[in-house]
Nanobody, 114 residues
């Protein structure tokens, strides 16, 4: 069983930065592929960034060059550094772990507005 708890969301002005954190419980963290997804009102949940157990990363085209995903297996944590934020980045951001099955956190709200 894996439990995921996100933190770090909030209100930021356009052009600003936020760093999201996801703390994971469970012994399989280092084996799991981790990802950040987001869901804006009226839209489907979409993958923002992913990182494999080996550290390979992938990003949605809309965030390439602005967001960086990283993981710390010693701390059972994954992070999403978000720079140059835009109003269209406003959404609830969810942490996801995939190992045999998929696990989700409860989400953290990110609002980009002046």
């Amino acid at each position: 069983q894996v439990q995921l708890v996100e933190s770090g969301g909030g209100l930021v002005q356009p052009g600003g930065s936020l760093r999201l954190s996801c703390a994971a419980s469970g012994s399989i963290f280092s084996l799991a592929a981790m990802g950040w997804y987001r869901q804006a009102p009226g839209k489907q949940r979409e993958l923002v960034a992913g990182i494999t157990s080996g550290g390979s990363t992938n990003y949605a085209d809309s965030v390439k060059g602005r967001f960086t995903i990283s993981r710390d297996n010693a701390k059972n944590a994954v992070y999403l550094q978000m720079n140059s934020l835009k109003p269209e980045d406003t959404a609830v951001y969810y942490c996801n772990a995939k190992y045999v099955r998929s696990y989700w956190g409860q989400g953290t709200q990110v609002t980009v507005s002046s």
